[in-house]
């Protein structure tokens, strides 16, 4: 909700992506739990299964009408801005808004968090990688706004 008010998103827009973002990993529900547990490096075959989490979630939110809408942003949560995410390769803005939001601050969760197999990175860590992943990974425009805003954030 910070970085959409930070963009001056409207607030029904920021509720959306606000609700999306607790959705958006409902698909790994349908992974099996010694793959999504696993303490060391997972083999090219668990990826791609892991790589199906998005679509599971989209194929859950679509069977609801009020979460309906927010498919898409969970579909393409793992999209990356230069086209080397998945599920579809999405790049740019061809990526909605709200997949791009959630995937900066769920890299910034990610990366700032304790996992089986390491510690938590500082925040100073986490936001050199953005800055360094800017165009790449992460939307430039959000990116550069999470930056500036880091002090509140970190």
Not at 53 to 57: A, K, L, R
Not at 78 to 82: G, Q, T
């Given at each position: 909700m910070l970085v959409c008010k930070l963009m001056n998103i409207p607030y029904d827009v920021s509720e959306k992506v606000h609700i999306a973002a607790h959705l958006h990993d409902i698909g790994k529900i349908g992974i099996p739990d010694a793959i999504l547990n696993k303490d060391a490096k997972l083999e090219d075959?668990?990826?791609n299964i892991i790589k199906k989490?998005?679509?599971?979630?989209a194929d859950i939110l679509n069977k609801f009408a009020h979460l309906a809408e927010m498919k898409d942003i969970v579909l393409h949560h793992?999209?990356?801005?230069?086209g080397l995410g998945y599920p579809d390769a999405l790049y740019g803005d061809r990526i909605?808004?709200?997949a791009r939001i959630i995937a900066l601050c769920d890299s910034?969760?990610?990366m700032t968090s304790t996992r089986s197999y390491r510690k938590a990175y500082t925040y100073e860590y986490c936001f050199c990688d953005i800055e360094k992943n800017l165009a790449k990974m992460y939307d430039p425009n959000i990116g550069k706004i999470v930056l500036e805003q880091s002090i509140d954030l970190g």
């Open positions: 075959w668990e990826w989490h998005p679509q599971i979630g793992h999209e990356r801005y230069d909605p808004l709200g910034i969760d990610a």
